[in-house]
């Protein structure tokens, strides 16, 4: 593949947050019936003014600011000071213990951590294991790193059967060569947790087949009524190479610091820390310091995000569901990705009409995968009111634009 | 090369920062004579307490923060107000107009520039010229890219002939296959600023054989008594593809909120934005908003700044040249590459000793090119009295283990 090639398969023009950088096109000719009035709605990401920044993370920052060169400059993995109090944290969240020095390593975002450990892990032509759906940048890393993607269904709408990753492909690709698997869990876009028996399966393959994972464990601590989470880390039988990634730009607001963590494999941190180091040197210096609010939030403030986001899942969930549009329930995170009916217009004008037509901004499903061609995902993480609005005009739109 | 080798190649365990994961080993045996007391001086960086940020950094960084989504989710190549403010600042600095929308973006830190410049350039097997000595990282990042060095000496020390990159070298790299030229002027870790002549003559050659020039212009404002400095970007005659990067990390202290910019050809930038789609999104967004104070100092600021600076720079210079220690005159900047005499004991255990007995942190030259075994590289944005203490001490330590 040429870097021109490359480069076009990456193209970010539909990626969440770019919208901007699209031109509306003629869609005049195209557009039915009225403008849908209503507040801007931009779901494709979490509105930290409806939901905003850990109390006291700015604060921490202008201590760090005040720290000087201590805290401009830290390891390239990250300051020790921080890291020593984070690993604690997340030992006793994940249930197993982080060593501060050799285990862990602070990235710009979760986002940074995600490029780190597939930098480290995928070498030109090595096979990767993909769910469909999963993260969008996850396909875009892989043809990146000159991988090959192998890809593996999830399955998260159809009730008949059980929920989760299809283990049987996933086994017949590790057979086949395949020697990285990245997934996420609560998965992105469609908010379903893999259960105990399915981490436990997914850990005892690659550990058969020898084969690395990793996984992202962004919306972990987001999970609603009834939901149970299962830390890979936190198994007795792990593959000698794993990385987990978190980071407190979701529920915890904190995305305009550019901050994650990626814990695992000794030797892979190593060298995360190296590419690091060419990459971007570090995490903002001053930045770092606001991961002190981290799992040390104020009493039930996070008990108290959680039911607000499932009160707008749940309102949302009716809406869609009363309009006959499948989605599935999510039970962690703040993603919906409902599946459209088929509509007189592709995905991607359909998308462009919600902007123009309706004030709603989505992101198209085929950043997910290539064969969500019917589905949109929505980050709910909203001001309820204006989220519950602006649904409601997606479903009229749907009913506008339905075949 | 396997990614272990790769990831070898990479070690930063000497890099600028990175001394405190370094074990002592026994240097008991071979340390002679007593140890050196006075004030810790870390040359590895500047010191950002010595040397503070820009005035009000940091509550535009506060500005910023309050603003709340707007500036927390920028687009990825930053904020649209923000590149419209620093494209004209840019534009005059440089002497060539800069297209806000097209032709630049805003990145994590010059390093992350830096890192999307090669990312989008540099292809598998590609030959890449790399001028010796020069910052560290360029070297690395042709080895990640996989792509193949070519070396291109610089002439700094000898006063004899004319201070510069070889041109004949580069012309024959050129004419051998060579399709990208990454530099930096002010050169890091000499000082030497590329002449008119020079810069001319890359650019034409660069235009004559297509050859993509990423130059790195991070010292660019801070300019000696008597220097004057070739924006390559000014020329009339520029080949298609080229980059400047720069950044406020340096002259302005800002490296703790990792902020740079680079700018060129409309192509590249849009491929680096697709790159950094997928590394760390975008620079964190409430950071972006300190990037206001860039070429916006208050009256007189820079000018003490670079005073300063020079004062501290002929004074060690005079240390240096005091003890017959080889050192060129930066024009700009704020590093000395002084070339040491012989030593009894390797360059890495003199810069380990220099660290244990005599309380300085130096970079060693092998970092700026596999040549370089007998120089260290200083950064002397430093406390003045305490730098001109630490040479002094550095200076009696080469008597001692002078061969």
């Given at each position: ?93 994940t ?15 979760t986002?940074?951590a995600l490029?780190?450990a ?11 294991a993909?769910v469909?759906?999963d993260y969008?940048?996850n ?26 990753p ?14 990285v698997f990245v997934f996420s869990t609560p998965n992105n876009?469609?908010?379903?947790v893999y259960?105990?028996?399915a981490i436990?399966?997914i850990a005892?393959?690659a550990?058969?087949?020898?084969v690395t994972l990793i996984v992202d464990q962004l919306y972990s ?8 989470f299962t830390h890979l880390c936190s198994l007795?039988?792990l593959p000698?190479n794993w990385i987990t990634i978190m ?15 990626a814990f695992g ?139």
């Amino acid at each position: 593949m040429t870097l021109d090639e490359k480069f076009k398969a990456l193209q970010a023009d539909h990626a969440p947050g770019q919208e901007a950088r699209q031109s509306p096109g003629n869609l005049n000719s195209i557009m039915r019936g009225e403008r849908l009035d209503g507040t801007a709605v931009d779901f494709s990401h979490g509105d930290v003014d409806a939901f905003p920044p850990t109390p006291g993370s700015d604060l921490l920052w202008k201590e760090g600011f005040d720290k000087g060169a201590r805290q401009a400059y830290t390891e390239y993995r990250g300051s020790a000071e921080i890291r020593n109090i984070l690993a604690g944290r997340l030992g006793k969240f994940t249930g197993r213990p982080v060593a501060a020095d050799s285990e862990l390593i602070i990235t710009p975002g979760t986002q940074g951590a995600l490029f780190l450990a597939l930098g480290v892990t995928i070498g030109a032509g090595m096979k990767v294991a993909i769910v469909e759906p999963d993260y969008f940048a996850n396909r875009k890393l892989v043809t990146f790193f000159d991988g090959e993607i192998v890809s593996i269904p999830l399955n998260y709408l159809n009730t008949l059967s059980e929920h989760g990753p299809d283990l049987n492909r996933l086994e017949k690709a590790f057979k086949n060569g395949t020697k990285v698997f990245v997934f996420s869990t609560p998965n992105n876009p469609t908010g379903l947790v893999y259960s105990k028996k399915a981490i436990t399966e997914i850990a005892a393959l690659a550990t058969k087949y020898q084969v690395t994972l990793i996984v992202d464990q962004l919306y972990s601590r987001m999970l609603y009524s009834g939901a149970t989470f299962t830390h890979l880390c936190s198994l007795d039988t792990l593959p000698e190479n794993w990385i987990t990634i978190m980071g407190p730009s979701k529920t915890e607001s904190l995305s305009g610091f550019r901050l994650g963590v990626a814990f695992g494999t000794p030797q892979l941190i190593e060298r995360m820390e190296r590419l690091q180091a060419i990459v971007s040197l570090r995490a903002a210096g001053y930045n770092q310091a606001a991961l002190a609010t981290w799992f040390q939030e104020p009493a039930g403030w996070l008990e108290k995000r959680i039911a607000e986001h499932e009160a707008i899942r749940d309102e949302l969930l009716n809406i869609f569901r009363a309009a006959n549009i499948q989605t599935a329930t999510p039970q962690a995170g703040s993603y919906l990705f409902p599946k459209l009916p088929a509509l007189s217009v592709d995905l991607l004008t359909f998308i462009q009409l919600l902007r123009i037509q309706a004030n709603v901004i989505v992101t198209p499903g085929t950043e997910f995968g290539p064969s969500f061609t019917d589905s949109i995902r929505l980050n709910f993480s909203q001001n309820h009111t204006a989220a519950v609005a602006a649904v409601k005009r997606i479903v009229k739109m749907v009913e506008i634009y339905k075949l």
